[in-house]
């Protein structure tokens, strides 16, 4: 896992910082209004625990609502819509509900995006709409306090939403690399003014698209998978491209010439964000595994961070794939190779996108036969 720069470590820590000292202000403001009449602590306690909670998941669909309403005056179109693990899906003309969670991430809305025009796709306001949609709320919010500013629990209530909904709009909205994924306006800011950038998203949204109808990797169209320069994928918009080609090569069984990528990718200067990293150097791991399984190896790619990103990923199909592979040829443990495999099913009865299913069995089923004939030579 590459770590952040001391940049976005700083501009991180500046909007916490920020963030905390708003909520001591408001919270402060709030007792000197209302101190005298409100003289039940544990009351006072239960409705800030309560409050926190309700406007912090409240927050999160209201985010991912403005992306989806921003998104769709835009001329997308709805294709997946996830608030914590809990994700509503369009599949053959249907509403679906399906599980699925990822790492450094709360919630998620995914839209097909509309046909290209000049070659440019508009971005702004689908990347930006959630921190729009956690201002606009929390304003109404701040007048409602006002109105309500006699009842003191509720008006607390509602000055919590207001904090959880400007810090959730300043955590997005700063533009900020994270620890996993970059937010929201990082990823606005990589594609102001750069075409190639604004294509590389509208093929990546595209993939998605066709994956969860069913479309695996190597049948979609070669032009989407062109591999960007080393220069160019110092954007980390343009970088997904890199590792699309990675993932369609592994999905291909190209295995050499995938790890060949992967190296390279996980090895240069680019925008790649951990967590496109941490899934390069897991598919790394797997090749590594079902090939000349140099254990050595193996050991180098999984340091500390990268265990820590295994474990935070252990219900993403592609990561029990790997682990899978490992169980077999690092630690020659069938039994525990079968009881992930268990996992791996159990995990595909509500995973999203049938296409990554269909390309982790026929992987799944490799690494398996590769194990079987190296027990037969024995």
């Not at 403001?29 to 009351?43: C, P």
């Not at 190639?196 to 032009?223: H, N, S, T, Y």
Request: aromatic fraction near 10%; hydrophobic fraction near 45%.
């Amino acid at each position: 896992m590459k770590k952040l720069s001391f940049k976005w470590r700083f501009i991180s820590l500046l909007v916490k910082i920020l963030s905390l000292a708003i909520t001591f202000v408001l919270c402060l403001v709030h007792s000197i209004f209302t101190f005298e009449r409100d003289s039940s602590l544990a009351l006072s306690m239960v409705t800030l625990i309560v409050s926190c909670v309700v406007s912090y998941v409240l927050h999160i669909i209201i985010h991912e609502g403005g992306h989806l309403v921003f998104g769709l005056l835009s001329g997308y179109k709805f294709r997946s819509f996830r608030i914590l693990s809990f994700m509503l899906i369009k599949q053959d003309g249907k509403i679906k509900l399906k599980r699925f969670s990822l790492a450094g991430t709360l919630g998620q809305c995914l839209l097909a995006p509309p046909e290209m025009k000049d070659g440019k796709c508009p971005t702004f306001w689908y990347n930006m709409g959630g921190v729009i949609f956690n201002l606009i709320t929390s304003a109404i919010a701040v007048a409602l306090i006002f109105v309500f500013i006699n009842v003191p629990y509720l008006s607390l209530g509602l000055l919590l939403f207001v904090i959880i909904g400007i810090s959730t709009a300043l955590t997005n909205g700063i533009p900020m690399r994270t620890k996993i994924v970059d937010n929201d306006g990082y990823n606005a800011f990589s594609l102001s003014k750069n075409d190639e950038a604004r294509r590389a998203f509208w093929i990546q949204l595209k993939v998605g698209e066709q994956g969860a109808c069913g479309v695996r990797l190597k049948d979609m169209p070669d032009e989407w998978f062109e591999l960007p320069s080393d220069e160019a994928m110092k954007n980390s918009m343009i970088a997904v491209l890199g590792v699309l080609r990675a993932n369609r090569l592994l999905d291909e069984i190209k295995l050499d010439e995938a790890e060949r990528l992967m190296a390279h990718l996980t090895s240069i200067d680019s925008g790649i964000v951990n967590l496109h990293r941490g899934l390069l150097i897991c598919d790394r791991i797997y090749c590594e595994l079902i090939g000349e399984n140099r254990k050595e190896f193996v050991d180098s790619l999984l340091t500390r961070e990268q265990e820590g990103f295994i474990s935070s990923m252990k219900s993403y199909i592609s990561v029990i794939r790997m682990q899978y592979a490992y169980a077999l040829f690092y630690e020659n443990d069938k039994e525990k190779a079968e009881k992930l495999l268990s996992t791996f099913e159990k995990v595909s009865k509500t995973y999203p996108n049938p296409s990554d299913i269909e390309s982790e069995k026929e992987l799944i089923s490799i690494a398996n036969e590769r194990y079987n004939t190296e027990k037969e030579t024995e």
